[in-house]
């Protein structure tokens, strides 16, 4: 089964950048959908962004989309999430999940495997 481990987490100001990374392990990147998702104390978690191998697919939540990048280095086997113009409502544990049934899907419950997240956190 594969394992995963988030990194790249931070504070950062609003309007910077960061770059999360999810490190695959017992399994490669190409033989899953992989997603990242965010829960703030209070809220359910949501979806932010997937990737899958069909078509070298992306989705993204609206919110996420124009600012944030999913992508994936299969030489690594290591997924990215490259966000940008961060603000302050971005503030969030995220976590990188994976689901083997290869298809961008939008809910958590579909996903087999998780990481134990890593906080991002944006000031004004």
């Known amino acids: 089964q594969v394992q995963l481990s988030e990194s790249g987490g931070g504070s950062v100001q609003a309007g910077g950048s960061l770059r999360l990374s999810c490190a695959a392990s017992?399994?490669?990147?190409?033989?899953?959908?992989m997603g990242w998702f965010r829960q703030a104390p209070g809220k359910e978690r949501e979806f932010v962004a997937a990737?899958?191998?069909?078509?070298?697919?992306?989705g993204y939540s609206d919110s996420a989309k124009g600012r944030f990048i999913i992508s994936r280095d299969n030489a690594k086997n290591v997924v990215y999430l490259q966000m940008n113009g961060l603000e302050p409502e971005d503030t969030a544990v995220y976590y990188c999940?994976?689901?083997?049934?290869?298809?961008?899907?939008?809910?958590?419950?579909?996903?087999?495997?998780w990481g134990q997240g890593t906080q991002v956190t944006v000031s004004s």
């Open positions: 999940a994976a689901r083997s049934v290869r298809e961008i899907v939008r809910t958590s419950a579909s996903y087999n495997y």
């Open positions: 990737i899958s191998w069909r078509r070298d697919s992306t």
């Open positions: 017992r399994g490669s990147v190409r033989a899953y959908t």
